[in-house]
C-alpha cells in the first residue's frame, strides 16, 4: 500500500500478497510521470530510471523504515521492475546481467539474513547495490557492498529468534547423502548454535526449497561446484564448532569430545592436531620472543565462538566478492563514455529489543545518519534554496538529529570514539568502566541517560544500562560485550591456521595467516570504527546522486495483515520526519531547476525559444515559454532557478515535449545520415583518387620494368619470344594481360612484314588449319602455296576454260563473290556406289558440279547446314563434311599431282565458318570415322592399301573401308 509525499513514496506493509506487481501493472508504469498513475513503488523505480537515462543523472533509491515494515521486499521489486522495462533489444550478456542481479537476492538473503521476534526475513547486514546502465539504459554490470554483518548471531539468538537461514537450510533441505558427508543430521536442536533460539521451524520459510533455490542462484553466478561444496561444508563446520565443549584436567584444558573436533577438521580441511592446539592455547610474540600460553575455559569458549563468527563473517564477504565478480561490468574492449548507475540501499531498519547490544547500537547510528541524510536533502536544504534564491518563504522548523549522530561518531567526544580509547588502555578494562567513563563524560547530554545519570528510571540497572534518546524513540542499551565486540578479536593462530588449509577457497578468505608467527602486527582498527567510516563514506556517495525514497511503515507488531495500530503509525510518522514533509511539499514546490538546464529541456515547445533563443538571457527565454503555454501563475522565478509548484503542470511540460521529441529525432536522423553519407562519399572519392594515383605508380614501374627486360628484342631472331613477362603487381593483372596482347600483335607485325600482303589470305587459311589440325594429323603441307581454286589451273584441269565458263555461269546465278576451293574428288553415297565430281567451296554455298561439263548436280548446301568435319590422321586425302538433315558429304581429293590438300581445305572451311558465326568449326581426326548416310550412322575405316593405284570405297558390312593407295 502506498502513498507520496512529493516525490517521497510511503509505502505501508500489507503482511500479505498483493496482485499488484504483475506485467500488465508494470506496463502501466512504464515511461509515465510519477503522478499520472495511482501511488505506486514502481513509480519511483521508473522516476529514478528516466532520471538516469534521460538526464544522464546517477540516481540512488534510499529504503528506510524500522525492522519488518518490509525494506527488503520493497528492494527485491525495485529490481525486477529495472529488470522488467530494460533490455527490449534482447542482449544476451544484458539479459544474463539482468538474472544474475536478480538472482544475487536469494544467495545474499540466505547467508545475511535471519528471522527475529519481529520480522521473519530481518536483513543482520546492510546492503548497498550500484547498478550501472550503458547509454541505451540496459544493465551492464554492477557492485555490491555489505555492512556490519550481525555475525553474533552465529553463536547466539534471543528466544524465538533462529540463526542465519543458510543454516537451517543446510539442516532441512540438504540430500541424505550430502548431509551424511557433512555428519549432519535433520535434528537442529542436535546443535548449539541453531536451536537457543528455540524455533527453528517458520511458517512463513521453506527451508527445503529455499536450499534449491540457492544452489541453483549459486550455478547461475558462475559459483563452481567445488565453490559450492565449500560453502556448505563451511556453514556444517560452525555447526559442529558450537558443540565442542572443554574440561580443565590437572589445570590444562582439553577437548571433551575428540569426535567433534576431528569433524571441524576435516570440513575445513586441516590438521585435528593444529586445530586442536589453536583451540587450547595461544601464541604470543613480544620482543622478537614467541611464547605459548594456555587457556582458560572461559578464553576456549570465547575463542571458539569468535572463531565461528569470524569464520562465517569471511565466507559471507567472499560470497559477496563472488556475486561481485558475477556482476561486474564486462568491457570487451569497448569503454563506455560514462557510467551511469542506480544505486539502491536496502539496510537495516531501526531495532528496539528486550536486550539491545552493541550490533543494536550501531544500526540505530546508520539508521540516524540516514535520517540525517533525509532531513540535509529534504527538509534544511529545499528550505535554505528558497531562501537563498529569493523566493517568499515561511520558515517551517523541524527536529535535525544531528546532535544524536554527533553524540555516537564526534571524534574524542562520541561514544565510539570512548569505547576506543577503552579498548586501547593497557591493563584490564572492563564494560562497567567503560559505562562510568561514557556517564562523566555525557553526563547534562540531553540525548543520554543511565541508572547513574536518572537513579529514578527504573527501566536501566546500575552499571549495566544506559539510554540514547534516538529520533525513533528511547533505546535502553546493555553494555556488557560492548568492548569485546568493537575489539572483535580473534587469536593469531586461527587466521595461520586457515590459511595453511588445502581448501584454496578456504585459504583465500585468510591471507593475513600468511604473517610469520614471530611478526608483532600493527593493531587493527576496531568494528566500531570500521563500521562508522563505513556510514560515513555511504552517506557521501547517496549525497552525490539524486535521491528518491521509499519511507516504510510497519502497522502492527502482530505481522497481521487486518490489524492498524494507529498509535504505532503516529510513532513512525513522526519519527521518519513525514509530517515535517508534508509541512514543506505543501508550502513548497513540487519542482526547481535551473535556467540553462530547463530551456535546454523544454525549449523546442516554443516557437519563440526553438532552435535558439537571442532576445536575452537564459531567464527570459524560460518567461517567454511558460507564458506561452499560460503556465505563469503556477511558477516562481529564482535568481538561476525556476520553480514548479504543481507536479500537474510539470506533467503537462513533459506531454508537449514528449510529442515533439519524435519529430526532432527523425529531423537528427535525416541530417545525420546526410553527414554520415556526405562523409562517406567524400572518403570514397579519396579512396578512388589514392587508388588511381597508385594505379599510376604501379603502371610506371611496371612499363620501366617492361622497358627493361624487352629492350633490344627487335633485334633478336624471334623478337623477344623466349623473355618471361615480368610478374605484374595485383592491381594490374587486368592490365598486364592487354600488354601481352600487344606485344604479340607486335610481334606478329614483325614477322608479316616479310610476308607479301598478297598472301596473307592464304596465310590466314593455313593458320586456321594449324589451329585445328596441329598435332592431330601427319602432315598439313604448310610449306607449299596453297591455292584454292586449283581448277583453273591447267595443270590440273585440262578444261579450265569450260569449268570457268560453267563457274561464272553459277557465280551470275547464286550470286557469291568468290571460290575457295575447287578440287577433283571421288565421293561415295548412302548405297556404297562411288563416283567421280568437282568439289567447289565458295563464301556462300559448297557445291558438287559434274566432273566433266561441270553443271551442278544438285541444289548447293550453304555455309549453315555444316556442323563438322572428319577426316584421317595419316596422309590420306578423305573428308566428311557433316550436314544437317543425316546425309553427309563423304569423299576423297584426288589430283594428278597427289598433293595433300586436305588441311587446305579443312583450312578454308574453318576460316569461313569462325567469319560467319564467330565460333570454332567442330573438327575429328582419327583412323576410324563416323558419318550419316540416308539417316543410317556408317562407320568409315581408313587403310593404306599395298598395290592399290588409287583411292577406293569397298562396303565392308554396315560399314565402309577406305584404302588409300
Known amino acids: 500500500m502506498y502513498t507520496y509525499i512529493g516525490e517521497v513514496c510511503v509505502s505501508v506493509n500489507p503482511y500479505r500478497t498483493l496482485n499488484i506487481y504483475g506485467d500488465e501493472c508494470i506496463r502501466e508504469y512504464k515511461g509515465r510521470e510519477i503522478f499520472e498513475r495511482p501511488p505506486h513503488l514502481f513509480a519511483i523505480a521508473d522516476a529514478a530510471y528516466k532520471a538516469m537515462k534521460q538526464r544522464g543523472r546517477d540516481t540512488c533509491i534510499v529504503i528506510s523504515g524500522e525492522s519488518g515494515s518490509g525494506k527488503t521486499e520493497n528492494s527485491k521489486i525495485i529490481m525486477r521492475y529495472i529488470a522488467a522495462v530494460t533490455n527490449t533489444s534482447g542482449q544476451q550478456e544484458v539479459e544474463r546481467v539482468k538474472n544474475v542481479l536478480l538472482q544475487s537476492n536469494a544467495i545474499l538473503e540466505a547467508f545475511g539474513n535471519a528471522k527475529t521476534n519481529r520480522n521473519d526475513n530481518s536483513s543482520r547486514f546492510g546492503k548497498y547495490m550500484d547498478i550501472n546502465f550503458d547509454f541505451k539504459g540496459d544493465p551492464i554490470g554492477g557492485h555490491i557492498n555489505n555492512y556490519l554483518l550481525e555475525k553474533s548471531r552465529v553463536v547466539f539468538q534471543q528466544l524465538g529468534e533462529r540463526n542465519f537461514h543458510s543454516f537451517y537450510q543446510l539442516v532441512y533441505g540438504c540430500p541424505d547423502q550430502d548431509l551424511s558427508g557433512y555428519q549432519l543430521s535433520r535434528d537442529p536442536n542436535a546443535y548449539h548454535y541453531i536451536k537457543q533460539g528455540g524455533a527453528p521451524k517458520t511458517e512463513s520459510i521453506n527451508d527445503r526449497a529455499d536450499y534449491k533455490g540457492v544452489n541453483g542462484a549459486m550455478r547461475t553466478l558462475g559459483f563452481s561446484p567445488k565453490d559450492t561444496e565449500t560453502v556448505w561444508r563451511i556453514v556444517s563446520a560452525i555447526l559442529h564448532l558450537g558443540n565442542i565443549n572443554f574440561v580443565t584436567e590437572e589445570d590444562q584444558i582439553l577437548i571433551k569430545d575428540k569426535r567433534e573436533l576431528n569433524t571441524v577438521a576435516e570440513m575445513l580441511k586441516v590438521a585435528p592436531k593444529q586445530l586442536n592446539e589453536a583451540f587450547c592455547h595461544r601464541v604470543i610474540a613480544a620482543g622478537g620472543e614467541v611464547m605459548q600460553k594456555g587457556h582458560t575455559t572461559s578464553q576456549a569458549f570465547y575463542g571458539r565462538d569468535a572463531f565461528a563468527k569470524a569464520v562465517y563473517e569471511r565466507l559471507f564477504t567472499w560470497i559477496v566478492g563472488k556475486v561481485n565478480c558475477a556482476i561486474e561490468i564486462k568491457g570487451n574492449g569497448h569503454k563506455y563514455s560514462k557510467d551511469i548507475v542506480i544505486g539502491v540501499l536496502d539496510i537495516y531498519g531501526f531495532e528496539i529489543f528486550d536486550n539491545n547490544s552493541f550490533e543494536q547500537f550501531c544500526i540505530n547510528y546508520c539508521n540516524e545518519k540516514l535520517q540525517q541524510l533525509f532531513i540535509e536533502l529534504v527538509l534544511r536544504q529545499e528550505q535554505e534554496e528558497y531562501l537563498r534564491e529569493g523566493i517568499e518563504w515561511k520558515q517551517i522548523d523541524y527536529f535535525n538529529n544531528e546532535i544524536i549522530c554527533d553524540l555516537v561518531e564526534q571524534q574524542h567526544k562520541g561514544i565510539i570514539s570512548m569505547i576506543d580509547d577503552a579498548c586501547l588502555n593497557v591493563g584490564k578494562v572492563t564494560d562497567e568502566m567503560l559505562l562510568e567513563a561514557m556517564d562523566n563524560k555525557l553526563k547534562g547530554h540531553k540525548h543520554y541517560n543511565s541508572r547513574k545519570i536518572s537513579p529514578m528510571d527504573k527501566s536501566m540497572s546500575h552499571g549495566n544500562h544506559f539510554k540514547i534518546v534516538h529520533y525513533a524513540g528511547d533505546v535502553v542499551y546493555s553494555i556488557l560485550g560492548f568492548l569485546d565486540k568493537n575489539k572483535d578479536l580473534l587469536f593469531q593462530d586461527f587466521k595461520r591456521l586457515l590459511f595453511n588449509s588445502k581448501d584454496e577457497n578456504i585459504k583465500s578468505m585468510w591471507p593475513e595467516g600468511a604473517q610469520d608467527v614471530s611478526k608483532v602486527t600493527k593493531r587493527p582498527l576496531t568494528a566500531g570504527t570500521l563500521f562508522k567510516n563505513s556510514m560515513i563514506a555511504l552517506v557521501q556517495n547517496l549525497t552525490s546522486k539524486e535521491p ?265 546465278k547464286d550470286r557469291f563473290s568468290k571460290v575457295l576451293f575447287s578440287s577433283f574428288i571421288k565421293k561415295v553415297n ?84 569462325q567469319e560467319k558465326h564467330n565460333s570454332s568449326l567442330r573438327v575429328n581426326v582419327g583412323p576410324q570415322l563416323q558419318c550419316m548416310l540416308g539417316g543410317k550412322c556408317k562407320n568409315i575405316n581408313i587403310e593404306t592399301g599395298v598395290g592399290v593405284a588409287f583411292p577406293i570405297f569397298k562396303k565392308n558390312g554396315q560399314s565402309i573401308t577406305f584404302q588409300w593407295p
Not at 830 to 849: E, G, N, Q
Not at 875 to 903: A, K, W
Request: net charge positive.
Open 548 to 812: 528518491y525514497y521509499v519511507r516504510c511503515i510497519k502497522p502492527n507488531e502482530q505481522k497481521s495483515p487486518v490489524l492498524f495500530d494507529e498509535q504505532r503509525v503516529r510513532h513512525q510518522v513522526a519519527y521518519l520526519g513525514l509530517i515535517e514533509n508534508v509541512r514543506v511539499r505543501r508550502a513548497g514546490f513540487a519542482y526547481r531547476q535551473t535556467y540553462v538546464k530547463f530551456l535546454k529541456r523544454y525549449k523546442m515547445i516554443s516557437q519563440y525559444t526553438w532552435p535558439n533563443f537571442r532576445n536575452g538571457t537564459d531567464r527570459d527565454a524560460v518567461q517567454v515559454l511558460i507564458e506561452e503555454q499560460g503556465y505563469q501563475d503556477d511558477v516562481k522565478y529564482g535568481k538561476t532557478k525556476i520553480f514548479i509548484r504543481s507536479p500537474r503542470t510539470l506533467f503537462q511540460l513533459e506531454q508537449l515535449r514528449s510529442r515533439l521529441i519524435p519529430g526532432i529525432v527523425i529531423f537528427l536522423q535525416k541530417v545525420w545520415r546526410g553527414t554520415i553519407a556526405r562523409m562517406r562519399y567524400r572518403k570514397m572519392r579519396a579512396a578512388l583518387t589514392i587508388m588511381e594515383h597508385y594505379r599510376r605508380y604501379k603502371m610506371r614501374s611496371y612499363i620501366l620494368q617492361l622497358l627493361s627486360a624487352f629492350q633490344n628484342v627487335r633485334n633478336t631472331r624471334d623478337y623477344g619470344k623466349h623473355i618471361m613477362f615480368p610478374k605484374p603487381p595485383h592491381v594490374l593483372k587486368s592490365i598486364a594481360n592487354d600488354f601481352q596482347k600487344i606485344f604479340n600483335r607486335w610481334r606478329a607485325s614483325m614477322i608479316l612484314r616479310k610476308i607479301p600482303r598478297e598472301e596473307w589470305p592464304q596465310l590466314r587459311v593455313k593458320l586456321a588449319a594449324a589451329e585445328a589440325l596441329n598435332g592431330k594429323r601427319l602432315q598439313l603441307g604448310l610449306g607449299r602455296k596453297w591455292e584454292g581454286n586449283y581448277l583453273v589451273l591447267n595443270n590440273d584441269n585440262q578444261n579450265s576454260s569450260l569449268f570457268i565458263s560453267a563457274l561464272n555461269t553459277l557465280k551470275n
Open 830 to 913: 548412302r548405297h556404297y556406289k562411288s563416283a567421280d565430281r568437282v568439289l567447289l567451296v565458295t563464301d556462300l554455298y559448297i557445291y558438287k558440279l559434274d566432273s566433266k561439263k561441270f553443271h551442278s548436280m544438285k541444289s548447293p548446301f550453304p555455309f549453315g547446314d555444316v556442323t563438322g568435319v572428319s577426316l584421317g590422321s595419316g596422309t590420306d586425302q578423305l573428308l566428311i563434311i557433316h550436314l544437317r538433315g543425316g546425309n553427309d558429304f563423304v569423299f576423297c581429293l584426288s589430283c594428278q599431282t597427289r598433293e595433300n590438300r586436305v588441311p587446305e581445305l579443312v583450312g578454308v572451311l574453318c576460316r569461313q565458318w
